[in-house]
């Protein structure tokens, strides 16, 4: 468990003060995403980067027996993130509301930050909806309205899943909500929450005069995973296209926490690459605003994505549910073996599959099978629908007569797609390998080392999951590191004039973003010569204070006692 003491003082003091434990820091990124190194032109001033949910509560309850939201550990955190916006979710609790307009809305507007009201939507309304208005979205847009004026600072609302309820917020429905909002105050704003594949020609037709911007999830759709990046230029790319004619603004929001129906919450090195390449995004105006999905405030192992079966990790297999996986597609791990001679050959391995309670088995069965393959042979397979759902089995395959007398093979653990079916998300797992008459590397999957991960689809996701213990801090300081650079790059390009410093701090954001630490070190470090001579600039000292703890995050992160992790 992370220590209180971590929840108890201000924990940009400790950093700046002691340094920072090493195993907490991100590795080496997993994927490649390619960021425009000179901005064509500086960012909006208004450029909205902030934080969604992942709210503190209070430990003890009130007397109504309610863990109130601890709004000064809040107010703290989103401080020493350095965020300006904030979007407030009304859901966990039927006080929400309440502790919104009485305490949170105050101390932000003290604290210089903006707020948004996050609702949900009908299809999560069905079991708790928000308080107290519930799916009455005429009513709580008149009365967000009416309170914005009394606070400046909440400037809008965003509502969850918004292309999914498309039949109840019909445009004209939509548009009755959105003037019961701006009859209160013109100014406030609405940005329905979508996913790319709703941001359509028919949507924008159909929806841009209701609304004032859109806030995009990213989520590799069509593929609807965590683990891969790939594809995120091209569809802000495709989505600001779409929305620039009518001047809506895109807010891009990148997953810091878990996206559900996948095995595991994103890598600390996944949640860094996309905070990147979101702030590379608004600095080039490529967006209006980044918001970070759940950066969990409050620090603790998620024991419950300890899955392996031995020792961290596992080798796993993840489906979308989108059923583009076709007939005969696998996807899994190989590893080339070199034999001696032996009497016999075993192989003793772990396996378990977790799948969706909503569907039937019935429907499930036969679709997709394990499978263990030497060379070009199947020697074993089992229904992913055989066994307990999460519950690990332990197999014993005797493979002599497919090694003997051979100098080598591969070997395979595989999932293959035997027939079509119903649209489900899945995934399955393979670990604790035990080996007779050979040796195989890294037979319990603790690293990336020896295996080879092979996929016939796109659809089909193999990855090496290693439960981090420390996930939810080490997230917690990378997005903190890249936010706090980005506040400090929007302050020297509104305050500083000099051609000199401006050139530098345009090369220190590009070195930040493409994460090139060494690089950024010595651009702030020359950065910070020159301002110490700007002796007429007001902000100096206030600016160079913040350059000094950016660059001591900077060196910290790059010291040699840095733990290289391999998410």
């Not at 100014?187 to 979508?194: A, E, I, K």
Request: glycine share 6%; with cysteine.
């Amino acid at each position: 468990m992370i220590p209180s003491f971590w929840g108890s003082r201000s924990f940009l003091a400790v950093i700046l003060t002691l340094g920072l434990a090493a195993s907490l820091w991100p590795s080496r990124p997993d994927v490649t995403v390619s960021v425009i190194s000179a901005p064509s032109r500086p960012p909006s001033s208004s450029a909205m980067i902030g934080d969604y949910g992942g709210e503190i509560r209070e430990v003890k309850p009130r007397k109504d027996g309610i863990h109130h939201i601890d709004t000064p550990k809040m107010i703290q955190r989103l401080r020493e993130l350095k965020v300006n916006t904030y979007f407030y979710l009304i859901w966990h609790e039927p006080t929400d509301w309440d502790d919104l307009r009485r305490e949170f809305l105050p101390a932000a507007q003290k604290a210089g930050i903006q707020v948004w009201v996050y609702l949900v939507p009908p299809s999560e309304a069905m079991e708790k909806a928000s308080e107290p208005f519930g799916t009455d979205y005429v009513a709580w847009f008149r009365a967000i309205g009416h309170l914005s004026r009394s606070f400046p600072n909440l400037k809008g609302v965003v509502i969850d899943d918004f292309n999914d309820n498309r039949g109840f917020f019909t445009p004209q429905y939509t548009e009755r909500i959105q003037q019961a909002g701006k009859a209160e105050n013109p100014d406030l704003l609405f940005y329905p929450q979508v996913y790319f594949p709703g941001i359509t020609t028919d949507f924008i037709e159909g929806y841009h005069h209701t609304i004032d911007g859109v806030v995009m999830t990213f989520r590799d759709d069509k593929y609807r995973n965590t683990h891969r990046l790939q594809s995120l230029p091209g569809q802000v790319k495709q989505a600001r296209q779409l929305l620039a004619p009518h001047g809506l603004p895109l807010v891009l929001m990148i997953h810091a926490s878990k996206l559900s129906a996948t095995p595991a919450s994103p890598t600390v090195s996944y949640v860094d690459k996309a905070v990147r390449y979101g702030m590379d995004a608004l600095r080039n105006r490529r967006i209006q605003g980044l918001i970070t999905y759940v950066l969990h405030k409050v620090w603790f192992p998620e024991v419950k994505e300890h899955l392996a079966r031995s020792g961290t990790g596992y080798a796993s297999v993840f489906v979308s549910p989108n059923n583009l996986t076709q007939t005969g597609t696998s996807a899994g791990f190989r590893q080339r073996i070199r034999l001696s001679p032996s009497s016999r050959y075993r192989l003793a391995f772990s396996y378990m599959s977790v799948y969706p309670d909503q569907v039937p088995l019935s429907q499930m069965t036969g679709q997709y099978q394990m499978q263990l393959w030497v060379d070009q042979q199947i020697v074993w397979r089992r229904d992913l629908v055989t066994q307990d759902r999460e519950r690990w089995e332990d197999q014993t395959v005797d493979l002599t007569s497919y090694l003997r007398g051979k100098p080598s093979a591969l070997i395979t653990l595989c999932l293959t797609r035997i027939k079509n079916g119903p649209p489900a998300w899945i995934y399955m797992g393979f670990d604790r390998l035990k080996t007779e008459g050979f040796t195989l590397d890294n037979p319990d999957f603790e690293s990336v080392k020896a295996w080879t991960a092979i996929s016939t689809s796109p659809g089909m996701i193999p990855s090496m999951l290693r439960f981090d213990p420390g996930r939810r801090i080490r997230v917690y300081i990378t997005v903190m590191r890249l936010y706090r650079a980005f506040d400090l790059y929007q302050r020297l390009r509104s305050e500083v004039h000099r051609p000199l410093i401006r050139d530098l701090t345009e090369q220190w954001m590009g070195s930040m973003v493409a994460g090139k630490i060494e690089e950024s070190i010595r651009q702030l470090e020359e950065m910070m010569r020159f301002l110490a001579i700007e002796r007429e600039l007001t902000s100096q000292k206030g600016l160079l204070l913040q350059c000094r703890e950016m660059l001591h995050l900077l060196k910290v992160m790059e010291s040699p006692s840095v733990l290289d992790r391999s998410d």
